[in-house]
Nanobody, 129 residues
Framework: QLQFVESGGGLVQPGGSRRLSCTPS????????VGWFRQAPGKEREGVSC????????NYADSVKGRFTISRDNSKNAVYLQMDNLKPEDTAFYYC??????????????????????WGQGTQVTVSS
């Protein structure tokens, strides 16, 4: 089964930082773009950030722009989400998914989880004092 393994979640105080990792199981990452999504209790899964096959292509939701940074290291077969200045409203399960296609198409689909696959179990991030 092709899926991602997300890790790095935990409890963090408001204003703190956390780095999430996303590694594929059963496939290599270099041919896919990747999106980070999150889902809070009682809410729908929402897009956080996308990164293309080229690490130069990135996209962020307005709610995290300037605070979160997505990156990838194909040599380590991993994608990361550096989260700084965390807020209580960032509390959620965080997931990553894979998508293929050109960057222009991916940008238009970045916020929609229906276009992504290989979902993992997610990693919980709780921002609380």
């Amino acid at each position: 089964q092709l899926q991602f393994v997300e890790s790095g979640g935990g409890l963090v105080q408001p204003g703190g930082s956390r780095r999430l990792s996303c590694t594929p199981s059963g496939f290599t990452l270099d041919v896919y773009a990747v999106g980070w999504f999150r889902q809070a209790p009682g809410k729908e899964r929402e897009g956080v950030s996308c990164i293309g096959r080229s690490a130069d292509n990135t996209n962020y939701a307005d709610s995290v722009k300037g605070r979160f940074t997505i990156s990838r290291d194909n040599s380590k077969n991993a994608v990361y989400l550096q989260m700084d200045n965390l807020k209580p409203e960032d509390t959620a399960f965080y997931y990553c998914g894979a998508i293929s296609g050109g960057w222009t198409l991916i940008q238009s689909r970045c916020a929609n989880p229906e276009f992504f696959g290989a979902w993992g179990q997610g990693t919980q991030v709780t921002v609380s004092s």
